[in-house]
């Protein structure tokens, strides 16, 4: 009996659940570390749905959990490499041009940002990868701030191996019950993104009107 079928007796096997299957089914680990690779450089990929499947596939007998644990960690420094990259290559000259053509900013609030990152970027790309949406994208200010290859190496294979094994061995200690875990972490992500657009909200708020004071105070 196939994955898709042991993991979605109930379901369509199609969406992600029945993508991730399939390539789990067809390449094994490597299909699961494939898999991750993409729900880093694709953020919408669910990775509270990948990992507990694949942590089931590994309950189930398909895969071992080492491989299990193994693939799903190199997928995800695989992916977050890529994406330091394409930070690096896109580098601070041209980040600060960018940022210099926005409304509602300051040159001196990316040189505060920067300068933030320096003191703790360490912390930000470790613990950045135990963070629903986030995971992916503190891989690009450490590539534009050219963090230090082996340390950046370092600090995504530790975090991004805790992430996976607690989501990993959920699926494997869940059984067909699996798919509790989205549930759950799905409401982590989610109040993650209402406090990101909250802040979003409050720094706009809070530069225009700072800017209407200033331009009230010019006015004669």
Same mark, same amino acid.
């Given at each position: 009996m196939d994955l898709v079928t042991l993991a979605l007796p109930q379901e369509p096997a199609d969406g992600i659940a029945g993508w991730a299957a399939d390539l789990?089914?067809? =390449?094994?680990?490597?299909?699961?570390g494939l898999a991750i690779a993409l729900e880093n450089l694709f953020p919408p990929l669910p990775s509270e749905v990948i990992l507990p499947l694949t942590g089931f596939a590994a309950g189930q007998g398909v895969i071992s959990l080492f491989s299990a644990l193994l693939w @799903? @960690?190199?997928?995800?420094?695989?992916?977050? !490499?890529? =994406? *330091?990259?394409?930070? %690096? =290559?896109?580098?601070? $000259?041209? %980040?600060h041009a960018l940022w210099a053509r926005l409304p509602l900013v300051r040159s001196t609030d990316l040189v505060r940002t920067e300068e933030w990152f320096a003191r703790h970027g360490t912390k930000a790309v470790f613990l950045g990868r135990m963070v629903p949406v986030f995971r992916s994208l503190i891989s690009v200010?450490?590539?534009? $701030?050219? %963090?230090?290859m082996p340390v950046f190496l370092l600090l995504t294979t530790l975090g991004s191996l805790i992430w996976n094994a607690v989501l990993v061995m959920a699926g494997y200690w869940l059984?067909? #019950?699996?798919?509790?875990? $989205? @549930? *759950?972490?799905g409401i982590v992500s989610k109040a993650v993104l209402v406090l990101v657009v909250a802040a979003l909200v409050c720094y706009v708020g809070l530069r225009l #009107? !700072?800017?209407?004071?200033?331009?009230?105070?010019?006015t004669p």
């Open positions: 789990v089914d067809a =390449l094994g680990g490597p299909g699961a @799903t @960690t190199l997928g995800s420094v695989a992916g977050a !490499t890529v =994406l *330091y990259w394409i930070g %690096m =290559l896109f580098g601070r $000259e041209r %980040m200010p450490a590539g534009l $701030e050219r %963090m230090s059984g067909d #019950r699996w798919d509790l875990v $989205e @549930t *759950y972490v #009107r !700072t800017r209407g004071a200033a331009r009230h105070r010019r």
